[in-house]
């Protein structure tokens, strides 16, 4: 079965604490990316890469940190220098520039 | 950088009653634009999307929507919605070439039965 993995599914962490998302892929895409979606925002985005080794900053990456060293994995790490941790976090992935994002179910994360 | 717009929020209605959702862009290209849902519980997953070609395009589950790009809209239509319609949904652009994807604030809609 092709698609998106994120994990866990629930994450609670303590103010302070830095906290690693995971994100896998089978479906062979070159592009991988990182939104951030609170109610009334809509998505918005943090990191994306194009491809192994690179990648570049969204609209919101003060806080945030990422990697790319496969191209099936793309984890996040959300680092206690962002302000509001608190989000429903969704990966998603892409064959290339003009291609539709297929997403991942998300990680809810809730810092206290 | 391309911004969307997505009016009314929040849309209660009716089931057979018809839908439109509005989408604007600012972006003076040649954009890509694309209607995600999100039911509840589910992954966000594509509706549609417009590359080039035919600006009516039609979607899954009935849904359709028209390009106008002199007036910077990618409306979202249904004639007919079900219960099963409820949801969040999300107009989307990004510039050719670009794999940045711009997101509206979403309408959450709700149909009673």
């Known amino acids: 079965d092709g698609g998106i993995t994120q994990s866990p599914k629930y994450l609670f962490r303590k103010e302070g604490q830095n906290v690693t998302l995971s994100c896998e892929q089978n479906?062979?895409?070159?592009?991988m990316y990182w939104y951030r979606q609170d109610p009334g925002q809509g998505l918005r985005l943090i990191y994306y890469?194009?491809?192994?080794?690179?990648?570049q900053k969204g609209d919101i990456a003060e806080g945030y940190s990422v990697s790319r060293e496969k191209k099936e994995s793309f984890p996040l790490t959300v680092t206690s220098a962002q302000k509001n941790p608190t989000a429903f976090y969704l990966c998603?992935?892409?064959?290339?520039?003009?291609?539709?994002?297929?997403f991942g179910p998300g990680t809810r994360l809730t810092v206290t | 950088a391309q911004s969307v717009s997505q009016h009314n929020h929040h849309v209660i209605l009716s089931e057979a009653a018809s839908l439109e959702l509005g989408c604007n862009y600012s972006y003076g290209g040649t954009v890509n634009l694309f209607w995600y849902v999100q039911y509840p519980g589910q992954h966000l997953q594509l509706l549609l999307k417009?590359?080039?070609?035919?600006?009516l395009v039609k979607g899954i589950k009935g849904f359709e929507a028209e390009f106008i790009k002199s007036k910077f809209s990618f409306n979202l239509r249904k004639p007919s919605v079900q219960w099963s319609d409820t949801a969040e949904y999300f107009c989307a652009v990004n510039a050719h070439g670009n794999n940045r994807l711009a997101f509206g604030k979403g309408n959450q809609v709700v149909v009673i039965p």
């Open positions: 417009y590359f080039s070609g035919d600006p």
């Open positions: 998603a992935s892409s064959s290339g520039r003009d291609y539709e994002q297929y």
């Open positions: 479906l062979n895409h070159d592009a």
């Open positions: 890469s194009q491809i192994v080794n690179d990648f």
